[in-house]
């Protein structure tokens, strides 16, 4: 069975006054998902969002993996260039053992320059702390002391308490999507992880650069495949409930972050993108059937070990409906997969 995971939204509105109800709401979120079969449940990062959203996401994976008992938990991904490599190091080795080994490390480079003004951390140092940071937490966590020639922190005699739950650590995947994320994700990562927006024929291409990357480094590749899902009765429900879906990906559009391909050629602005456009081999989107169906077409066009799916966005569905759309998922879709 192809296990597949869970990624929340985790803003609130711009005052955030219902911070405490959106915690709530994701714990809710993750026991379901863990009843109806779902294998993990991950979160994002950013910083000074306008819509209070989340930041620490080891620390709401903890959260979660207390309230758990079988699911992994983690993050998907952290923004590796803006922490203390030790400090991280404890954290995810605490949250590690309070699991008993359910927590997976996905890390990237970041590329919002919020991110980064809020840490004060140079945007152009991003690769470099990244590649330290992975190195770093392998040594760390074996709970032995050990020495690191770091160009941005002094790492001399350091030994991190405790170990990790996991024998040489959590799984670390690397996010990747031009050629030099790749490479690093095939030489330094445990996986990759990819993006949830660019259309079949461009995750595909991705996916043949990391697998002859990790293949080149000696590493057996590890592919989890990002996507947002709208899930409902049947295709008409899931076009009346697209709106916040779509909402996020008109934002990607409008921002760069959509490749061209042949699917948006006749796009002009993100204004013009539609549900239908979005969907095409490129969003997980109908009844169970098709959803299925869907998933089934990337299984046998990428080969993917991991599904990562978030089924809501920001401007909604609310929490009941979100979570009718788990249970129909992990009901209807999960064991036939």
């Not at 026991?31 to 991950?42: A, K, M, P, S």
Request: proline letters at 8%; one cysteine or more; aromatic letters at 10%.
């Amino acid at each position: 069975m192809l296990p597949v995971g869970y990624f929340p939204c985790t803003q609130d509105a711009p005052d955030g006054k219902n911070s405490a109800g959106v915690i709530e709401e994701l714990i809710e979120q993750a026991e379901l998902c863990e009843q109806v079969g779902f294998d993990g449940f991950f979160f994002t990062e950013h910083h000074q969002q306008q819509d209070s959203y989340l930041p620490a996401p080891v620390l709401l994976a903890g959260m979660i993996g207390v309230r758990t008992r079988r699911i992994k938990v983690g993050t998907c991904v952290l923004l590796a260039p803006l922490y203390h490599p030790i400090r991280l190091a404890e954290d995810i080795a605490v949250v590690d053992q309070a699991t008993r080994g359910r927590m997976v490390a996905a890390v990237g480079i970041g590329y919002q320059p919020p991110d980064f003004d809020a840490f004060g951390v140079p945007l152009t140092q991003r690769a470099g702390r990244t590649e330290e940071c992975v190195e770093i937490l392998r040594q760390a966590w074996t709970g032995e002391p050990f020495s690191y020639p770091s160009r941005y922190h002094k790492i001399d005699n350091v030994r991190v308490t405790p170990p990790a739950y996991q024998a040489g650590g959590p799984p670390i995947w690397l996010a990747g999507w031009v050629p030099a994320g790749l490479e690093r994700a095939g030489r330094m990562g445990d996986g990759w992880i990819a993006d949830p927006i660019q259309s079949l024929p461009v995750i595909k291409d991705y996916a043949r650069q990391y697998r002859d990357e990790a293949r080149k480094h000696g590493r057996k590749p590890f592919i989890v495949l990002m996507r947002d899902c709208v899930i409902g009765d049947d295709w008409q429900a899931c076009v009346a409930k697209s709106g916040p879906t779509m909402t996020t990906h008109r934002w990607y559009m409008h921002y760069g972050a959509y490749v061209r391909d042949d699917y948006i050629k006749d796009v002009k602005t993100a204004e013009d993108l539609s549900f239908e456009v979005a969907a095409r081999d490129r969003l997980i989107a109908g009844s169970p059937a098709q959803c299925l169906e869907q998933l089934q077409m990337w299984k046998e066009e990428i080969q993917p070990d991991y599904v990562m799916l978030r089924m809501r966005q920001p401007g909604g569905p609310p929490q009941a409906e979100a979570l009718a759309d788990i249970r129909l998922f992990g009901e209807k879709v999960i064991p036939n997969l």
